[in-house]
């Protein structure tokens, strides 16, 4: 006889958390809200040692990076995380890397390229290249009101044209403006570079741990283990629903402005900001009905301000084995971190 796979008593495999749903059996969802705060609190502090511009860890840095994406995995929000932010945060990371080598330069460990970009002065003027640019941008814009491809197309243009014609200009003035730059990319600012995005990108997916794998029911249930006053965990909890509701409103909004082919008319900037606008506005009239609704079922509970124990709350989550287990890994981290002065990429002789 063929053998069924167990699912959970209440027959539902995933529950609503902050952003998007999470497994309910998953690892990261059976902690303790305070043991998540302080894993990540934990984690951030060794991530800010790993990526320390004296002694960078660039290897220590993607094992914990390594080590969230695979608690994401099993609580399976990680697929959300790439869905979402992936044009956001690679790009961004990208650019902070590039960033910190340009403008930190350190010629230790080895000049691997050296490009002056900056004279230190500035020349008023025009040239061919700026004039077929603005001339390609304005032009997109007039035309079809939409400034990317415009840039694209100006860049190219004008890379294209310069590189076969030169770049004649006309200099009507020079000023003295900052200091000459020059961009120099050593051994040692492309390492700090490297670990410095890859530690900002991990703390970011350690904060996604809490938000992604935590309901706001959690929260409450802290608050009042912690004897936190009723009203203001009342308070709090209702504006926690409140926000949690207004994501699917968001959501149910969108799909019926997608269905109604809202968004199959090429807009240009303003278009969009007034769409966003018609969209707040029933987003708004839905918060403000469901906010009297929560006041009319509270006076009809005969909630007051000045009860102190109005009603009991069940749904507090106690602490296990697990939570321990994770705090004192996570303190066994701080002490490698901070009192040994733990550097795998070292330790490993990799750099």
């Known amino acids: 006889m063929a053998s069924t796979k167990k699912s959970p008593a209440h027959g539902r495999k995933f529950v609503r958390s902050f952003l998007f749903s999470v497994r309910i059996d998953s690892p990261l969802a059976r902690l303790h809200v305070l043991t998540k705060l302080f894993a990540i609190l934990a984690l951030s502090l060794v991530i800010v040692q790993f990526i320390n ?48 080598v340009a403008f930190n330069p350190d010629p230790r460990g080895g000049v691997l390229l050296e490009i002056p970009i900056y004279s230190g002065e500035l ?42 014609l030169g770049n004649p200009s006309l200099t009507f003035a020079r000023v003295p403006f900052f200091h000459p730059l020059t961009v120099i990319v050593s051994r040692n600012n492309l390492t700090v570079a490297v670990t410095k995005a890859l530690g900002y990108g991990g703390m970011i997916f350690i904060s996604l741990m809490l938000v992604m794998t935590t309901r706001d029911i959690e929260f409450i249930g802290v608050m009042r283990q912690v004897r936190i006053p009723y009203v203001v965990a009342f308070f709090v909890s209702t504006m926690l629903r409140s926000l949690n509701m207004a994501l699917v409103d968001y959501g149910t909004i969108r799909q019926a402005q997608v269905a109604r082919g809202v968004s199959l008319r090429r807009k240009n900037l303003f278009q969009v900001i007034a769409d966003m606008a018609y969209m707040a506005v029933p987003l708004t009239a839905s918060i403000l009905r469901r906010s009297s609704e929560v006041g009319d079922a509270i006076l009809i509970r005969g909630f007051t301000m000045k009860a102190k124990e109005p009603t009991e709350f069940h749904e507090v989550r106690p602490f296990t084995l697990a939570d321990g287990v994770v705090v004192g890994v996570c303190i066994l981290f701080l002490i490698a971190t901070f009192g040994f002065h733990l550097n795998l990429t070292r330790w490993m002789g990799i750099l």
């Open 53 to 100: 511009t004296e002694a960078p860890d660039p290897i220590g840095t993607i094992l914990l990076i390594l080590l969230t994406l695979l608690a994401l995995h099993l609580c399976g929000v990680l697929r959300w995380v790439f869905r979402s932010y992936l044009l956001v945060i690679f790009p961004a990371l990208l650019g902070m890397a590039l960033v910190w």
């Open 123 to 164: 020349d008023i003027g025009i040239s061919l290249g700026l004039g077929l640019f603005l001339a390609v941008l304005i032009g997109w814009y007039v035309v079809r009101k939409e400034i990317f491809w415009g840039l694209v197309g100006g860049i190219a243009l004008a890379v294209a044209i310069t590189s076969l």
